[in-house]
């Protein structure tokens, strides 16, 4: 299923039943500063935040290069807005998979938090080195055991802080618990091939 095919398919669905709100620490409490970023920046470099070069993942890649192509193109023709279209399905889709994201950690009892929980930019930190590989895991999960991704998308190094943040509020076997009944793998959607299971080497930029 193409990215458009995907775009038409989502939809909100109904949040499930919210948890009773846990009792933890402020997420700031947790994890240093996270940063300030320009739209552009958070727009365009969704897949690694670190990547300035928008070279490394190829949803970024593929944006930044759009909107690169467009911005060539005179306002306004049939060529921009072909190109202004595709940008926009991209970004909804981003939008659509942040938006799940959000309502799970609101259904949590994150609702002032769930905002500054999917802030990711590139002075973003993994809170606890050694929780790395339970991220992962988890995060492979999530795109093999649910649906909140699109399939045929590869996994997103964003959601690997998200996730890492999760399992430092002790949150994310309930945020995986939820995720299943909200967003069930479809029967007959392939798992992750592969090459989509990788995630590229993951730099740790000091704040």
Not at 83 to 101: F, P
Not at 165 to 172: F, G, K, N, S, V
Request: glycine share 4%; with cysteine.
């Amino acid at each position: 299923m193409g990215l458009s095919d995907w775009l038409r398919t989502v939809c909100c669905c109904c949040p499930c039943r919210c948890l009773e709100e846990p009792a933890v620490r402020a997420p700031t409490e947790i994890w240093g500063s996270l940063g300030a970023t320009g739209a552009a920046e958070w727009g365009n470099l969704w897949s690694m935040p670190h990547d300035v070069s928008h070279t490394e993942a190829d949803d970024d890649r593929i944006l930044y290069n759009l909107i690169v192509i467009r911005n060539q193109q005179a306002k306004d023709s049939e060529e921009w807005q072909k190109l202004n279209y595709d940008i926009y399905s991209l970004r909804q889709i981003r939008r659509e998979v942040r938006n799940r994201w959000k309502g799970i950690l609101e259904d949590l009892g994150f609702q002032k938090e769930a905002d500054s929980l999917l802030s990711v930019t590139k002075l973003s930190t993994i809170s606890d080195t050694k929780n790395t590989r339970k991220a992962r895991e988890m995060l492979l999960r999530l795109a093999e055991e649910t649906s909140i991704f699109p399939t045929g998308w590869e996994l997103s190094e964003r959601y690997l802080f998200v996730v890492d943040r999760l399992i430092a509020l002790d949150a994310a076997e309930e945020f995986f618990k939820i995720a299943s009944r909200t967003y069930p793998k479809k029967p007959g959607v392939p798992c992750l091939a592969d090459g989509q299971k990788q995630l590229h080497y993951l730099p740790f930029p000091s704040p």
